[in-house]
């Protein structure tokens, strides 16, 4: 149990859910379900029974330093650990890793999002703790796929080649972006696709070879540093470190190219939370299937839409079928709520034609 | 000249026009055209060259007589005639013709609604002076018809007997509620129907004479306080008299029964700015169509629709067609332009459900 350690990163900008989410206020500190918790603080929730209180660490960009302190008081400083600057995830799990392996050479990182929905906590649990004692025992890389439950074609899908060991942790084959619905479908029907779900189990020490064999580079810009982890000079290291870092994610640097590479199938009601649609369908709906978060809202033939609007302010909708109406009080933002490639569109046009202020 | 006047009656809400027209502040206060001017001074100014500008009279609600003096600055206070209950046309006539008629028994009346849009300032003004010469020389009610471009089903219509006065002025045959489409496009293939436009031209004495014989009680009410008009007494003599009135409008209560009504057909790009629809028809629009209010609205594949929002609010659309989306800040209204009638329910549920907080 001590030897159990979670990293959840927090340093997205949660650009997909614009205009709810913005830069100075991404979605994983924002009630954005209604449950009286951040996304962040039910993530660290999931993670209590996992490991040691003083073992759950966020890694975040150093200007959400003090908001993760706000939604975590429980944190002490020295389990939040602040990005210099943006650089995906490969830079972010790369120096987690060398941070947690000067702590503890027998360390296990569970590496999670901070912004990811999870119905059924005691399945993750359990899982979690599979996923910790296989990482345990194996120099392997093993990453939770989520059994898909629709053609989903905002996922990466990750296939798997099943065998008969009894811990039902197998073999990667491929992992797959996004693909055409077309392609989702087949994924689905085969039965060897999983959802990834960007939850990764291993040892510090079998991700700290990984970089060191396939992102040498990388590797070395951390490894500098061995003597400053967790020391008053790290800071100022890596400032320097990330400054020459490539911008990469942790899947397209290690996950795709490693050999060790592991799915443990789950299934616990997960959702990334990824698109406005994803967050409609976790929320409660009226007869109609409008998901309406606002107290002053009247609904008239309005359907199946996504209703985020301040409270006290009155909400007349009419004639509406699958759409998102957002109000953050600077923005108003009506579309098609399956249009989920507008978003990004749409907050590209905006820092076009309005700068920064609106993002 | 010295005998034309002319009363313009603001004492509307402009509940058609929810949520920007409020009671609060009625949409003959507000620039709804984006023009500079709100539609109560646009009609002032158009009659202008029409009388001489004491003889310019506004009737209102006495609640709205602070707002008519600060977008009429021009107006001495006893130009401003306050009515002390909302009673709707036929008093408010009613009452104008009694104390335009104690000012001068010569008087010839111009009755217009304030918060309607007219485009050809030029042939307003030849239509009202000729209106005005026909009610100097005949005892008769003359009302201004439309000539109509479409079987509008809004309107009420005015059905008039041809024949060949050289003044083109006709006796009218049937006043005719708001039509089917049906009917109103028969009506509109007959070329005998006009628009009721609600603006009237009379003597004094012949509306006088008008609801002598046809509304003797209210008449009575009224001539009761002959020694009051233009007196310190009479805003005592009125709060009594407006309490003893019936609710009917002038259409109802004089034109449709008397029989010495005439018509003056006009065609000067004339609406009543009714309806959310026949503002949009009015408004500048972009190449979708789209007529939009605030400086900070990005359309992408919006079309047909009408944008009112306040300039400091990001406003985002995508895959509307043929809606209303107004934003005052502490109302979103989003329905579908054409269902007019929807303005009324909504309102009405909004008054059941919110009270009178939003109206």
Known sequence: MENNFVIIMAGGIGSRFWPKSRVALPKQF??????????????????????PPENIYVITNESYSGLVKAHLPQLDDKQIIKEPLRRNTAPCVAYAAHKIL????????????????VERKDVFNEMMLRGLDFAGKNDALLTLGIVPTRPDTGYGYIQFIEDQNKERIYKVKT???????EIAKEFLNSGDFLW??????????????????????????????AEYYNTDKEAVFIKKAYTQCTNES??????????????????????????????????????????????????????????MVP??????????????????????????????????????EVKKRKGEKYL
């Open 30 to 51: 924002i009630d954005i379900l209604g449950t009286g918790q951040s996304l962040i603080q039910m993530t660290y929730d999931r993670f209590k029974d996992i490991c």
């Open 102 to 117: 000067a702590t503890n050479p027998d360390a296990r990182m569970i590496v999670s999002p901070s912004d990811h929905f």
């Open 175 to 181: 992992f797959t972006e996004k693909p055409t619905l």
């Open 196 to 225: 990834n779900s960007g939850i990764f189990i291993w040892s510090a020490k079998s991700i700290y070879k990984a970089f060191e064999k396939l992102e040498p580079e990388m590797h070395e810009i951390f490894a500098e540093g």
């Open 250 to 307: 942790i899947d397209y640097a290690i996950m795709e190219k490693s050999d060790n590479v592991y799915v443990l199938p789950a299934d616990f009601g997960w959702s990334d939370l990824g698109t406005w649609q994803s967050l409609y369908e976790k929320y409660e709906k009226d007869y109609l299937g409008n998901a309406v978060s606002g107290s002053n809202v009247l609904v008239r033939d309005a359907a199946n839409s996504m209703v």
């Open 311 to 348: 409270d006290n302010k009155l909400v007349v909708l009419q004639g509406l079928d699958g759409y998102c109406v957002i109000d953050t009080g600077d923005v108003l933002l009506i579309c098609q709520k399956e249009k989920e490639q507008e978003i990004k569109e749409i907050t590209a």
